[in-house]
Every structure is written in C-alpha cells, then in structure tokens.
C-alpha cells in the first residue's frame, strides 16, 4: 500500500525506550530507527521553532528514500500572529522544508479554539498566497468552522481538512483535496501518554477508524495518519493495531 503512510506524532520519546527502541539506543539515532519501522511522521517541533537547515539536512539523512515528513506549521504563524503580517516566518519556514525534497509531505496548519470563522477572510487570503507546489492541511478546534463557506475555499485551495480525533471537535468527514490528512490526537485528561504502554483500550475505535480510510487507500488516495501520544498511549502498537484492520476481511488492492 504505497499510498498509506502512517506514523507519529514525533520520534524524541525517551519513554518509548526498551518497548520501541532498543535499549542500546542513542537519543540521536532514534529517528533513523525510527524510519526503518514505519514510513512518516508528523514532526512536533516545528510548531514551537523553525528548524535549521542543519537540522533538516540531518532528518534528511537519516531516513531512507521512501520516508516522508509532515511538518507543522510554527506557531508565531498560526497561534501568535494568526495569520496576519507573518510573511517573513512563513517565508523561512517554507524554505527549510523544502530541503527535505521529495521527502517532504503535507504542512499542517493547527489552529487554537479561540481562532474562530471570523478569521475565515485571512485565511483565504494566507492560503491564495502559499506556493502550490506543497501540500497544505488545516485543522480547526473550533465549531463554528464547520460549514461549507469554509469548506468550499479549502476546496479552491486545494487545502486538505484534518481528520482530527480529539475531544477539542466535532467529528469530520469533508474531504476538500486529493489526499487524506489523519490526526488521532487523544484525550490527555484520560491518557498520561508517557508510560510507554497501552494506558486505554481503543481497539473498538481503531476498527471503525480502519472502516473510515479503506475505501480512500482501496480506491489508491493517498492517506496519511499519525497517533499521538494521547490517543491509547503508545502509538507504535495503535499503527500496528490498524493495520491489522485495514488488511482484514477484503484485501486492499
């Protein structure tokens, strides 16, 4: 399944050592390990810093050819400045990830509660103006965005809406671009997310959120998902877990 990427949301987890990572396992190898066990990830830290270019250069050289980062948007842009008189960092920020080259997947841009659909005319005017040659991804956390207005510029934009589980929102299922754009963020009120086990049985949901993505990769649209930490509390065994029902009853082709 060529088209199916999934991963995590971030690699740096010490607490994973021993379960995941081998024992021997330096924190600076963990993403080249990382990257022989699945096929992207969905990097973290970009939202608090942009990165180095040194830093992109080495994410690129520790993973083989066929892996793919998604990479989040900075937060001065989406959470400080939202939106407004922020070219300079996007500016930046969209130059760094494009040194990952064909190894670079969607950019997300995650919005705090209180951005409301009020803003709806920055954000069409910010999306316009991003370069077409990435693949954008906006994920919302706030009700009043669910309406078609909003639906209908993403679309226009070519802009994927995150399919986001957490207890911020409503359950989506618009499809705004020729990809999907997976996020199963969890409750941290009921998941510490840092014992490096399964803390919450979710096998139930992960066959009904395998029921929700087979006919995308059946029908070969490409998906990309990611677990975070909060969701069962161990996102290696989450990935493992769906896969095994997205390859039962009928095969995907």
Request: aromatic share 14%; with cysteine; charged share 25%.
């Amino acid at each position: 399944m060529q088209n199916l990427h999934l991963g995590t949301i971030g690699w740096s987890y010490n607490f994973w050592k021993s379960k995941f990572y081998p024992n021997k396992t330096a924190p600076k190898d963990y993403l080249a390990y990382y990257a022989s066990q699945f096929n992207t990830v969905e990097v973290d830290s970009t939202f608090y810093r942009i990165p180095t270019q040194s830093t992109v250069t080495n994410w690129k050289q520790q993973t083989p050819e066929n892996f793919m980062f998604s990479l989040k948007f900075p937060q001065v842009i989406t959470h400080i400045k939202m939106l407004k008189d922020c070219q300079y960092e996007t500016g930046v920020f969209l130059d760094r990830a494009s040194q990952l080259g064909e190894k670079l997947g969607p950019l997300l841009l995650q919005f705090p509660p209180n951005f409301g659909v009020e803003h709806l005319p920055d954000l069409e005017d910010f999306l316009q103006k991003l370069p077409k040659q990435h693949r954008y991804v906006v994920e919302v956390r706030n009700k009043s965005w669910l309406k078609q207005e909003f639906y209908s510029i993403l679309r226009a934009n070519k802009v994927a809406l995150a399919w986001a589980d957490s207890p911020l929102m409503a359950q989506i299922s618009e499809v705004t671009a020729d990809f999907l754009y997976v996020r199963w963020e969890g409750d941290r009120k009921k998941v510490k997310g840092t014992l490096g086990k399964i803390e919450v049985d979710r096998a139930g949901d992960l066959k009904l959120e395998a029921d929700k993505i087979k006919p995308f990769v059946s029908k070969q649209i490409e998906v990309f998902g990611y677990f975070g930490k909060y969701y069962s509390g161990y996102p290696p065994s989450d990935i493992a877990n769906l896969q095994i029902y997205l390859n039962s009853n009928q095969p995907l082709s």
